[in-house]
């Protein structure tokens, strides 16, 4: 899946908490909805009670950073 710049930098500017990520400020909607898409192709469900994209694991780094893995 290719990720679009915008929708990219709206998810690095995310706050990461556990399993919770929470999108900082305010989006369009049309980004939003191209948020929420890619962030739950990576397993992440809004949940209207924590206000939050909650994942069933921790994300791994490369979803924060577009830089490839250090092996």
Do not use: C, E
């Not at 994942?55 to 250090?70: G, H």
């Amino acid at each position: 899946m290719k990720i679009d710049t915008d929708v990219l930098k709206a998810i690095r500017s995310a706050t990461v908490d556990g399993l919770t990520l929470r999108l900082n400020g305010t989006l369009d909607r049309k980004l939003y909805d191209r948020v929420n898409l890619a962030l739950r192709a990576v397993g992440g469900n809004w949940n209207r009670y924590q206000r939050a994209h909650v994942f069933p694991f921790p994300q791994p780094t490369p979803l924060r950073d577009s830089s490839p893995p250090v092996r």
